[in-house]
T-cell receptor, first 110, second 116 residues
Framework: AQSVTQLGSHVSVSEGALVLLRCNYS??????LFWYVQYPNQGLQLLLK??????LVKGINGFEAEFKKSETSFHLTKPSAHMSDAAEYFC????????FGSGTKLNVKP | KAGVTQTPRYLIKTRGQQVTLSCSPI?????VSWYQQTPGQGLQFLFE???????NKGNFPGRFSGRQFSNSRSEMNVSTLELGDSALYLC???????????????FGAGSRLTVL
């Protein structure tokens, strides 16, 4: 069965610090991978997607993610956290059906 | 272009009642998926409709049902509501092209259901 694992249900960083949110998938073939962000009382918004064109994918709000086939990972990073980045982040994979990770809540401390 | 519209945004029901939620997808999108989101269970897939046919279904009891109309608008219904049905119900639309890079889910803002 396909699955997506997000390590760490809560991550806390200081403003200006590096953000690293981890995502691993289970698949024998490279899937289509996505990161979504959800702000309180809102739906999910697409941050970025991997479609095999390039292993390093840049998204909105300064986020990027690197696809590593050998590690079956698609970690999300941002060099410098901003208070407005506080939200919940979901990793997802599309295998003819979308599978979502359990989410990581990012807290940004002033 | 207009995004995914879900109505109502908030509603309160009592146990035993039923509820119908509506979702209008992005113009041109033929697939509509529904998710239940709760603090304890996270994001759980309910079902997906494509061209008025249910294409995928999650592990929810038969009290949860849905349908899609010819204009791609979708409704989901929950009958005999239970306290545990309190959740944010999210609808997402897509082109519905399966496992392709073009098939991206676009979410609505959700319908928050509270069951008393």
């Amino acid at each position: 069965a396909q699955s997506v694992t997000q390590l760490g249900s809560h991550v806390s960083v200081s403003e200006g610090a590096l953000v690293l949110l981890r995502c691993n998938y289970s698949s024998s073939v490279p899937p289509y991978l996505f990161w979504y962000v959800q702000y309180p009382n809102q739906g999910l918004q697409l941050l970025l997607k991997y479609t095999s064109a390039a292993t390093l994918v840049k998204g909105i709000n300064g986020f990027e993610a690197e696809f590593k086939k050998s590690e079956t990972s698609f970690h999300l990073t941002k060099p410098s956290a901003h208070m407005s980045d506080a939200a919940e982040y979901f990793c997802a994979v599309n295998f003819n059906k979308f599978y979502f990770g359990s989410g990581t809540k990012l807290n940004v401390k002033p | 272009k207009a995004g995914v519209t879900q109505t109502p945004r908030y509603l309160i029901k009592t146990r035993g009642q039923q509820v119908t939620l509506s979702c209008s997808p992005i113009s041109g999108h033929r697939s509509v998926s529904w998710y239940q989101q709760t603090p304890g269970q996270g994001l759980q897939f309910l079902f997906e409709y494509f061209s008025e046919t249910q294409r995928n279904k999650g592990n929810f009891p038969g009290r949860f049902s849905g349908r899609q109309f010819s204009n791609s608008r979708s409704e989901m219904n929950v009958s005999t509501l239970e306290l545990g049905d309190s959740a944010l119900y999210l609808c997402a639309s897509s082109l519905g092209q399966g496992a392709t890079g073009a098939n991206v889910l676009t979410f609505g803002a959700g319908s928050r259901l509270t069951v008393l």
